[in-house]
């Protein structure tokens, strides 16, 4: 899990309830679930994301930068049983996701702001934050939570994910709880849309999307909780 993924095309919308269902309407029959999805069809993320004293990190979403970078340590469905660490970064209108998982102990010390002991025996990932801890002061600031019904397609190594009921919390010493506070983010019937794909999108799922005819952000999750959870 430490070897960087290659640069992907990610492409965000905002999308109202009814685009939602009508977009899940016509892939439903094109395109499998992802196999972590239950019998829902979804699966909830928890992320806990991090950035420094100067908010380096959100300034330079917020200013398009680029090339940028973001630490995060992610969980789904509220279970501690899988925990990763990731880097995300965002360069020239592409992302690269590297991660490497980490223990509950490692997690809860970096969630009190603690870098991990004994960097040279740390995976790769892993000893970038400590480093960046040190040097940086980096550290966690808020934690971001979505429900997402994920679509894949193997030709283009295609993604499509609906992301609904985004939220964030403070609440960052809860992290690895089952429940925790939390406010919503996005404005009532305001949904996300990504579409994510290597070299290529398949004509028949761009016609399947309408793509053209909705409105792409380029803010991140993190940026909407950060901006709006301050």
């Not at 069809?41 to 992320?47: C, H, L, P, Q, V």
């Not at 959100?58 to 995060?72: A, C, S, V, Y």
């Not at 995300?88 to 991660?99: C, D, I, L, P, V």
């Amino acid at each position: 899990m430490n070897e960087p993924k290659s640069f992907r095309h990610e492409l965000k919308y905002n999308i109202t309830d009814a685009q939602l269902a009508l977009i899940r309407s016509r892939i439903d029959h094109l395109l499998p679930p992802d196999s972590h999805t239950g019998d829902t069809g979804a699966y909830t993320i928890r992320s806990l994301y991090f950035d420094d004293y100067d908010n380096r990190c959100f300034l330079e979403n917020e200013d398009g930068i680029d090339p940028r970078e973001k630490f995060r340590i992610r969980i789904y469905n509220h279970s501690p049983d899988r925990i990763t660490l990731e880097c995300k970064r965002k360069e020239r209108g592409m992302t690269q996701k590297t991660a490497c998982p980490l223990t509950p102990e490692q997690t809860r010390q970096l969630m009190a702001g603690q870098p991990i002991p004994d960097i040279g025996s740390q995976p790769p990932l892993l000893q970038k934050l400590t480093l960046q801890m040190l040097t940086r002061r980096l550290r966690p600031v808020v934690i971001v939570e979505y429900d997402r019904i994920p679509y894949v397609y193997q030709n283009g190594n295609v993604r499509i994910t609906l992301d609904t009921n985004l939220r964030s919390s403070r609440s960052i010493d809860l992290f690895l709880e089952p429940s925790i506070p939390h406010r919503p983010v996005m404005p009532p019937g305001q949904q996300l849309l990504e579409v994510k794909y290597d070299a290529y999108l398949p004509d028949f799922i761009y016609r399947s999307l309408q793509l053209s005819s909705l409105r792409q952000t380029a803010f991140s999750k993190y940026y909407l909780c950060r901006k709006f959870t301050r």
